[in-house]
């Protein structure tokens, strides 16, 4: 016993004094070449087969000059300018052959950057050839459906592969794709139409990747300016229909952003608009154009409410905001950079605020749906408990951490609020600069100033913080830097609302919707009552949001679950608004029956305020700074 008990004692003893297994890292094998501001020594040539739009499957052949034998990198676009973060498709990339004088150069793939290919060149090669298909997603659960059987939308970063080393802008390109016969092509990129294929004008590398193309068998096009095209694919015939005075509402959206800004920053500018129920959505900004996709009834059902009309404002401003002026973080020489997202409050936030504006301005949504809308906004940011702990500027980190996944506690979390709190901050700047100035100045002052330079030019003009605020400072003095600063590194308890009591209006709740908040309810399929219960319900009671701290957030519901019935009865929203406004005023809770997967349990939400939708209410009389603002010029 005496000597098992020692060996037992020796062994633990031993254990106890053994060290575990601690490996050193292997390094990375980084032999990417960083870009240089150099002209790439030949032009790359690229054919696309775009005639496979029953499976959506895009056939490349792609032929790459090369200077000398060796290493090289083919790299296939990541980092995407509008996406904010490394989005490019590679996983879509398929049937990758690389050959030189007809015999086979075998490829790898970085294990790093997986967007990255390394090749060694043969001796005496003159070019490489590269063969691949794109595999475009034939079901919203791979990703956005780009490819359907009347439209397409080609993104020339899907089809594409360039060569590591070089700035984008120095990479000389020369495309042709072939679509269906009987189909339209439209992109920024001008081109000449040879049969079924649209051979498009040598570019660099930059500008093709920025001039996408909408292709589809039924198009119409609209001439909105000397300058500006509004072109329209549809699944249905039907829905190119649009009424005079529809198209000119677009008309006036080019000419009183022309008049906003003072100057153009594209030779031409072409508005691609899907209305589709097979191609998914998009709002993607360009130089010289803009990918906008939107469901059946643009046209058709205008009066039905403001849909998705702030679509193309938005779209549009961009070619003044984030495309011509950058963030200087935002800008980078090639694809695989990085992108730094500091200055997207100035990039999305005042385009935002623009992008309203100019629907007001223009008339493709009325003054009142566009109030309606504001104050949709402010009430969202507003019961938003998340400001507590976030810091706006810390959500122009989304992006990357999370590519708009859903998020279970949005109002927690927080997403990409630099959209429409920088609309908020752009708002309280206008109303500083009408005090400040005895009302001669204003946001307009400052979008001359800041975007309205250099017509035609359709390069980057990049700027930093301190170039807002020295801008700002030039139109009304005063400490700019320190007022923005606060608003984005500052934690607060409410939105910033102060651009609309000082500009004329305030945030209030009545237990009726405005028109512009039932169509969002009816477009987003669901019953919106985040500013009563806390949560939103969606298609058979499945709910959609809770908000943090709410009514419903401490009855205990969440994401996952869903209502089948309100107080003994099968849940409708109609029933469950009812139950809201009966248990205004009393003390008995509002019972629910809720569903979690196979379980079910009893809920009640102790709640007796009634239904409560936002809208602005006009303080005072006559005409205010917010009045002013959305008056056409």
């Given at each position: 016993m005496?000597?098992?008990?020692?060996?037992?004692?020796l062994l633990l003893?031993?254990?106890?004094t053994a060290?575990?297994?601690?490996?050193?890292?292997?390094p990375?094998?980084?032999?990417?070449?960083?870009p240089?501001?150099?002209?790439?020594?030949?032009?790359?040539?690229?054919?696309?087969d775009?005639?496979?739009?029953?499976?959506?499957?895009y056939?490349v052949?792609?032929t790459i000059?090369v200077a000398?034998?060796?290493?090289?990198v083919?790299l296939m676009p990541?980092?995407?300018p509008?996406?904010h973060?490394?989005?490019?498709?590679v996983e879509?990339?398929?049937g990758?052959?690389i050959?030189a004088?007809g015999?086979a150069v075998?490829?790898?793939?970085?294990?790093v950057?997986?967007?990255?290919?390394?090749?060694?060149?043969p001796?005496?090669?003159?070019?490489?050839?590269?063969?691949?298909q794109?595999?475009g997603?034939?079901?919203?659960?791979q990703g956005r459906?780009?490819?359907?059987?009347?439209?397409?939308?080609?993104?020339?970063?899907?089809?594409s592969l360039?060569?590591?080393?070089?700035?984008?802008?120095?990479?000389?390109?020369?495309a042709?794709?072939?679509?269906?016969?009987?189909?339209?092509?439209v992109?920024?990129l001008?081109?000449?139409?040879?049969?079924?294929?649209y051979?498009?004008?040598?570019?660099?590398?930059?500008?093709?990747?920025d001039?996408?193309v909408?292709a589809?068998?039924?198009?119409r096009?609209?001439?909105l300016s000397d300058?500006?095209d509004l072109?329209?694919?549809a699944?249905?015939?039907?829905?190119?229909e649009?009424?005079?005075?529809?198209i000119e509402?677009?008309?006036?959206l080019v000419?009183?952003?022309?008049?906003?800004f003072?100057?153009?920053?594209y030779?031409?500018y072409?508005?691609?608009l899907?209305?589709?129920?097979?191609m998914?959505?998009?709002?993607?900004?360009h130089?010289r154009s803009s990918?906008?996709?939107?469901?059946?009834?643009?046209?058709?059902?205008?009066n039905?409410g403001?849909?998705s009309?702030n679509?193309?404002?938005?779209?549009?401003?961009?070619?003044?905001?984030?495309?011509?002026r950058r963030?200087?973080?935002?800008?980078?020489?090639?694809?695989r950079?990085?992108?730094?997202?500091?200055l997207?409050?100035?990039?999305?936030g005042?385009?935002?605020?623009?992008?309203y504006?100019l629907?007001?301005?223009?008339?493709?949504?009325?003054?009142q749906?566009t109030?309606?809308?504001l104050?949709n906004?402010?009430?969202?940011?507003?019961?938003?408990?998340a400001?507590?702990?976030r810091?706006?500027?810390?959500?122009?980190n989304?992006?990357?951490?999370?590519?708009?996944?859903?998020?279970?506690?949005?109002s927690?979390?927080?997403?990409e609020?630099?959209?429409n709190e920088?609309?908020?901050i752009?708002l309280?700047?206008?109303s500083?600069l009408?005090a400040?100035?005895g009302?001669?100045?204003?946001?307009d002052?400052f979008?001359?100033?800041?975007?309205g330079m250099?017509d035609?030019?359709?390069?980057?003009l990049?700027y930093?913080?301190?170039d807002?605020a020295a801008t700002?400072?030039?139109i009304q003095?005063?400490?700019?830097?320190?007022?923005?600063?606060?608003?984005?590194?500052?934690?607060t308890?409410?939105?910033?609302?102060?651009?609309?009591a000082?500009?004329?209006?305030?945030?209030?709740y009545?237990?009726?919707?405005?028109?512009?908040f039932?169509d969002g309810?009816?477009?987003?399929?669901?019953?919106?009552?985040?500013?009563?219960?806390?949560l939103s319900?969606?298609k058979?009671?499945?709910?959609g949001?809770?908000?943090?701290d709410?009514p419903?957030?401490?009855?205990?519901?969440?994401?996952g679950?869903t209502?089948?019935?309100?107080d003994?009865?099968?849940?409708?929203?109609?029933r469950?608004?009812?139950?809201?406004?009966?248990?205004?005023?009393g003390?008995?809770p509002?019972?629910?029956?809720?569903?979690s997967?196979t379980?079910?349990?009893?809920?009640?939400?102790d709640?007796?305020?009634g239904?409560r939708?936002?809208r602005?209410?006009?303080?005072g009389?006559?005409?205010?700074?917010?009045d002013?603002?959305l008056a056409?010029?």
């Amino acid at each position: 016993m005496r000597r098992a008990f020692a060996l037992t004692a020796l062994l633990l003893a031993t254990a106890a004094t053994a060290q575990n297994s601690a490996p050193q890292p292997l390094p990375f094998d980084n032999r990417v070449p960083a870009p240089r501001d150099t002209a790439y020594p030949g032009t790359i040539t690229l054919k696309v087969d775009a005639t496979n739009v029953q499976q959506a499957i895009y056939r490349v052949k792609q032929t790459i000059p090369v200077a000398h034998d060796g290493h090289m990198v083919l790299l296939m676009p990541a980092w995407l300018p509008g996406k904010h973060a490394a989005r490019g498709e590679v996983e879509k990339l398929a049937g990758l052959k690389i050959s030189a004088g007809g015999k086979a150069v075998p490829w790898k793939r970085d294990t790093v950057d997986v967007w990255a290919f390394h090749v060694d060149v043969p001796r005496g090669a003159k070019q490489l050839d590269l063969e691949f298909q794109f595999t475009g997603a034939t079901a919203s659960d791979q990703g956005r459906v780009s490819i359907a059987p009347a439209m397409l939308n080609l993104q020339f970063e899907q089809v594409s592969l360039y060569p590591a080393g070089w700035f984008t802008r120095r990479i000389p390109i020369q495309a042709t794709v072939t679509y269906p016969e009987g189909w339209t092509a439209v992109s920024g990129l001008p081109a000449k139409k040879q049969g079924a294929a649209y051979v498009y004008d040598k570019t660099d590398y930059e500008t093709l990747i920025d001039s996408p193309v909408f292709a589809g068998r039924n198009y119409r096009e609209f001439k909105l300016s000397d300058r500006v095209d509004l072109n329209v694919f549809a699944d249905d015939p039907k829905e190119l229909e649009a009424k005079p005075e529809q198209i000119e509402a677009h008309r006036k959206l080019v000419e009183q952003s022309v008049k906003l800004f003072g100057a153009q920053h594209y030779d031409r500018y072409e508005f691609l608009l899907s209305i589709s129920e097979e191609m998914g959505g998009i709002g993607l900004e360009h130089h010289r154009s803009s990918e906008n996709g939107v469901k059946p009834g643009y046209f058709t059902k205008w009066n039905d409410g403001p849909g998705s009309r702030n679509l193309l404002p938005h779209e549009f401003v961009h070619s003044w905001n984030g495309k011509f002026r950058r963030g200087a973080d935002s800008w980078t020489p090639d694809f695989r950079t990085p992108m730094r997202n500091s200055l997207l409050w100035v990039y999305e936030g005042q385009t935002q605020f623009w992008g309203y504006i100019l629907q007001a301005r223009s008339g493709i949504v009325s003054k009142q749906d566009t109030l309606d809308m504001l104050a949709n906004i402010a009430a969202s940011l507003d019961n938003r408990p998340a400001r507590t702990w976030r810091a706006l500027v810390d959500t122009t980190n989304d992006p990357i951490i999370s590519a708009r996944r859903p998020k279970g506690w949005l109002s927690w979390q927080r997403s990409e609020d630099y959209y429409n709190e920088g609309l908020l901050i752009w708002l309280e700047v206008d109303s500083m600069l009408r005090a400040q100035s005895g009302g001669r100045k204003s946001m307009d002052d400052f979008a001359r100033a800041f975007f309205g330079m250099r017509d035609g030019d359709w390069g980057v003009l990049t700027y930093r913080i301190e170039d807002v605020a020295a801008t700002l400072n030039a139109i009304q003095p005063y400490d700019w830097a320190g007022f923005l600063n606060q608003r984005l590194n500052g934690l607060t308890e409410r939105a910033p609302l102060a651009g609309f009591a000082a500009n004329g209006y305030r945030l209030i709740y009545t237990d009726e919707p405005t028109a512009a908040f039932k169509d969002g309810e009816k477009r987003a399929g669901r019953a919106d009552l985040s500013y009563s219960l806390g949560l939103s319900v969606g298609k058979g009671g499945a709910i959609g949001a809770v908000t943090w701290d709410s009514p419903a957030f401490d009855a205990g519901l969440d994401l996952g679950d869903t209502i089948v019935a309100v107080d003994g009865r099968e849940y409708s929203d109609d029933r469950l608004k009812d139950a809201v406004r009966a248990a205004k005023g009393g003390k008995d809770p509002i019972k629910l029956l809720v569903k979690s997967g196979t379980r079910y349990r009893e809920i009640a939400i102790d709640y007796h305020d009634g239904l409560r939708y936002p809208r602005l209410e006009k303080i005072g009389t006559g005409e205010g700074g917010l009045d002013r603002l959305l008056a056409p010029r």
